[in-house]
């Protein structure tokens, strides 16, 4: 199972302050989608702050639903930049790796570190109407719309990957390739389109949301860090984990257990 960690309410304390984050499962479509989400205020203070987006290798279908704007994106590595300027709400689907490409049939390196406009891709869907709907209203819209969408289809190997690959990850590349049987040349093309990623980015994210899941659960002790360099280099582990989540292992077990 594949199932990404996203911990804004831990990197940052004024987000706590002034935004809920909360993620809700669907099993009718957890083959494409991981979660649907939603973001909103906890006051009407008007301020701005970051919200940390950690690199999963998924694209999500996000609606800014006081802008009116409903788009597919995702990003190759951790946004410690994402401004948001609130009250603002937001709410949208995370699609599994390899979902949007199936969804869509737009290479997923399109919405990689960019925007797709909903309305540029699925015509038949009234933008207007789905805005004029309250929050918790436009919420159930679009899972019943992505429901239907996804009905009928099978994962393909390609969004089956990630699942398949996060409880024994490749050492390295070569590793990989040899496993899915493929050249260097026709999985960087495969993962491009299916991903938007290369596949050492796809093992740096399968690894690090990996320790993720060992350091963020209940029973997690700073001990618990060195079972998870099994999964790294152990003198780039330190290095890495915070390239990718902007503080140190010590420093998330320490904060998620406040």
Not at 126 to 144: G, H, N, P, V
Not at 147 to 162: I, S
Not at 181 to 200: D, E, M
């Amino acid at each position: 199972m594949y199932y990404p960690i996203q911990l804004p309410f831990v990197l940052n304390k004024d987000f706590t302050r002034v935004m809920s984050y909360h993620e809700k499962l669907v099993p009718e479509c957890s083959e494409f989608i991981i979660c649907f989400w939603q973001m909103s205020p906890k006051t009407n203070e008007q301020t701005q702050i970051k919200n940390v987006i950690i690199a999963d290798g998924c694209i999500d279908l996000i609606a800014d639903y006081d802008q009116k704007m409903l788009f597919f994106t995702g990003n190759q590595k951790t946004d410690f930049e994402y401004d948001i300027q609130t009250p603002a709400r937001f709410f949208g689907a995370r699609m599994m790796p390899g979902a949007f490409y199936q969804l869509t049939e737009l290479p997923a390196a399109r919405a990689m570190d960019d925007y797709v406009l909903m309305q540029d891709v699925f015509k038949d869907f009234d933008i207007e109407q789905f805005f004029s709907a309250s929050f918790d209203e436009a919420q159930l819209i679009l899972q019943a719309y992505l429901t239907e969408k996804f009905e009928g289809k099978k994962a393909n190997e390609y969004t089956q990957l990630f699942p398949r690959l996060s409880d024994k990850i490749p050492q390295t590349a070569k590793e990989l390739y040899e496993h899915l049987f493929l050249s260097p040349r026709q999985c960087q093309r495969v993962f491009a389109k299916s991903f938007g990623l290369t596949p050492k980015m796809v093992l740096s994210i399968l690894r690090f949301q990996r320790c993720l899941t060992i350091l963020t659960s209940e029973q997690a002790r700073p001990t618990d860090i060195l079972t998870v360099t099994n999964y790294y280099d152990q003198s780039h582990f330190n290095k890495d984990f915070k390239q990718h989540l902007g503080i140190t292992p010590l420093e998330l077990v320490s904060r998620y257990k406040e």
